[in-house]
């Protein structure tokens, strides 16, 4: 499997580079979400630009990656950009369960405003 990340303090940006998402990758890329999760990534984003195919083991890796980060940080999926992958996103109705956002920096913009916001909440809980 291929793929590149960018860790920043607040965030990480993973970018499949691969045509497909299907069961020969899935697997895999479900361990690296564990593992990034496990070392303390705050949040993710998942930038699928180079996929141009999604199976249901790619969903089901997808949705890992949201579960993991339900919780505690952000799950960002981004980079839909083949009609394909879109299509099945809108058919199994997952855009109703994630966080899709159209750009890597959007995301990065979404990410940050969401930290800050969990900041200014935890800091008017402490006050109360």
């Known amino acids: 499997m291929k793929f590149s990340i960018n860790k920043k303090e607040r965030y990480s940006v993973v970018t499949l580079q691969e045509d497909n998402l299907n ?53 960002i999926l981004t980079g839909l950009e083949h009609p394909h992958v879109k299509k099945l996103i809108e058919i199994s109705r997952l855009e109703t369960v994630l966080t899709i956002i159209p750009t890597v920096s959007e995301s990065i913009d979404y990410v940050m405003m969401d930290e800050l916001e969990r900041e200014l909440d935890g800091e008017g809980e402490e006050e109360q």
Request: charge should be negative.
């Open 23 to 75: 069961s020969l990758v899935a697997p895999n890329l479900k361990s690296e979400f564990v593992i990034f999760r496990n070392e303390g990534v705050p949040n993710l984003i998942l930038d699928l630009s180079e996929v141009k195919f999604v199976d249901s083991s790619g969903l089901s890796a997808i949705l890992t990656a949201n579960r993991l980060w339900k919780d505690e940080g952000t799950f």
